[in-house]
T-cell receptor, first 111, second 115 residues
Framework: SQQGEEDPQALSIQEGENATMNCSYK?????LQWYRQNSGRGLVHLIL?????REKHSGRLRVTLDTSKKSSSLLITASRAADTASYFC???????????FGQGTTLQVKP | KAGVTQTPRYLIKTRGQQVTLSCSPI?????VSWYQQTPGQGLQFLFE???????NKGNFPGRFSGRQFSNSRSEMNVSTLELGDSALYLC??????????????FGQGTRLTVV
């Protein structure tokens, strides 16, 4: 079964608005990563947050991690049409070489 | 630096046949992982190779196998194809021996359709 559950499954917003996606997981993790996938193509790594970190920023992306609640959120600020994609969280249990992915959130940004 | 290269990009096979997919990692990367992506099951881990050795394996039947060569290139093979094997197969590479806190770099995938 999937480690990560993402919410919402689909999100539609206007350009310029912020988009927030949430991810919950079940077991202790070493780190949590967020990836983007454009229309059935390869995954692009966005950001990695370690289990001892609470917040991380990269450009217009902000990721938070709450290990007590086993949850993470990805915030995309000032969204653009080019941000339209599926976003996946992936948990790394540590030293396994294996990422466990959530089902993903499909984001549509309307121009 | 060239990214992760997967070949072929698209493939159509008949039930019962076998198929081999290829992945060339980023130059200098020694770890290669494979994932299967389907609409129903999402992204699922198949296996991971490092220095020609399988280090971890997902929960897939023995029809799914892989290998890694001395130049870190990897292949995965699926024998006796079933309709349910239709999926996007993604390969990812990572730099080195440590699996701790490393991001994965994905290829564009091979879209396999079994008819």
């Amino acid at each position: 079964s999937q480690q990560g559950e993402e919410d919402p499954q689909a999100l539609s917003i206007q350009e310029g608005e912020n988009a927030t996606m949430n991810c919950s997981y079940k077991t202790s993790i070493n780190n949590l990563q967020w990836y983007r996938q454009n229309s059935g193509r390869g995954l692009v790594h966005l950001i990695l947050i370690r289990s001892n970190e609470r917040e991380k920023h990269s450009g217009r992306l902000r990721v938070t991690l709450d290990t007590s609640k086993k949850s993470s959120s990805l915030l995309i600020t000032a969204s653009r049409a080019a941000d339209t994609a599926s976003y996946f969280c992936a948990t790394d249990l540590g030293n396994t070489g294996k990422l466990i992915f959530g089902q993903g959130t499909t984001l549509q940004v309307k121009p | 630096k060239a990214g992760v290269t997967q070949t072929p990009r698209y493939l159509i096979k008949t039930r019962g046949q076998q198929v081999t997919l290829s992945c060339s990692p980023i130059s200098g990367h020694r770890s290669v992982s494979w994932y299967q992506q389907t609409p129903g099951q999402g992204l699922q881990f198949l296996f991971e190779y490092f220095s020609e050795t399988q280090r971890n394996k997902g929960n897939f039947p023995g029809r799914f196998s892989g290998r890694q060569f001395s130049n870190s290139r990897s292949e995965m093979n699926v024998s006796t194809l079933e309709l349910g094997d239709s999926a996007l197969y993604l390969c990812a590479s990572s730099p080195g021996a440590s699996r701790m806190n490393t991001e994965a770099f994905f290829g564009q995938g091979t879209r396999l359709t079994v008819v």
